[in-house]
């Protein structure tokens, strides 16, 4: 577990595709878990330990993950994380596709359906029945042969909304077999990565900047050697 950041009302993870952030039906621990297990040893805390989830990843995403050391914290992210009051800006490693035009940068705006049965959702590019808007400003920052890194600014927050939406256009996250992608990743991860979260601290009303740096491999490093 990566803390990399941490005060009196907040702390934050660098998440790894192999972590998950609550409970689910592998029985693995989460890493709200771990975090109550790590304050309670540094802090020699007696009885329990208050980790509050304010978001979530999907398992195979990396980055940065917030949680809240106290219920006034946890109470007012969550406000925060409903009303677009956090900026959260994501990192994704693309197939590239040849025959696809893409500019260097634009807005993808999609109705998405989510399909409980599959875990997955569906993007569309018309309003459809039990559909969400779903919307995000994108930049290429760089390119390899293969692949293009793309940087990610979310406008609304849904169910695998930047993973259904690239696949939508043609440029599937790295790995991410579940919406197109080639071939898996070696660690079973995707590159997706959330790479920063700015906000206005909710207790202290302090400006906040947390950045997660990306998972150390070779594709990665040389995509991000310029940034």
């Keep these: 577990m990566d803390v990399i950041f941490e005060d009196n009302h907040l702390i934050a993870v660098n998440k790894t595709c192999h972590e ?9 621990e989460p890493l709200a878990d771990t975090l109550k297990a ?3 040893e540094k802090y020699a805390k007696p009885g329990n330990v ?20 106290t219920s006034k914290a946890l109470a007012r992210l969550n406000e925060m994380f409903r009303d677009g009051k956090i900026k959260k800006t994501y990192w994704a490693i693309v197939d590239k596709n040849p025959s696809i035009p893409c500019d260097d940068s634009g807005t993808l705006t999609h109705w998405l359906v989510r399909n409980e049965k599959q875990n997955k959702s569906f993007a569309y590019d018309s309003e459809q029945p039990n559909s969400k808007k779903a919307v995000l400003h994108y ?4 390119n390899s042969d293969r692949y293009s890194l793309f940087e990610i600014a ?28 080639r071939r ?3 660690d ?13 601290h909710p207790v202290s009303k302090q400006e906040i900047s947390i950045t997660a740096e990306p ?10 050697q310029s940034v």
Excluded: C, M
Aim: charged share 20%.
């Design 20 to 28: 998950i952030v609550q409970g689910d039906k592998t029985g693995d």
């Design 184 to 186: 898996s990743n070696p």
């Design 50 to 69: 208050f980790v509050g989830v304010a978001h979530r990843l999907d398992r195979p995403v990396t980055g940065v993950v917030l949680f809240a050391r």
């Design 188 to 200: 079973g991860g995707i590159s997706l990565h959330a790479r920063n979260l700015q906000f206005v």
């Design 154 to 181: 979310l406008e609304t927050g849904r169910h695998h909304q930047i993973r259904a939406q690239l696949a939508k256009i043609g440029f599937p996250v790295k790995g991410d077999l579940k919406y197109g992608s």
């Design 215 to 224: 998972p150390q491999d070779n594709l990665w490093a040389f995509l991000t």
């Design 139 to 142: 930049r290429i920052i760089s």
């Design 38 to 40: 790590y304050l309670k």
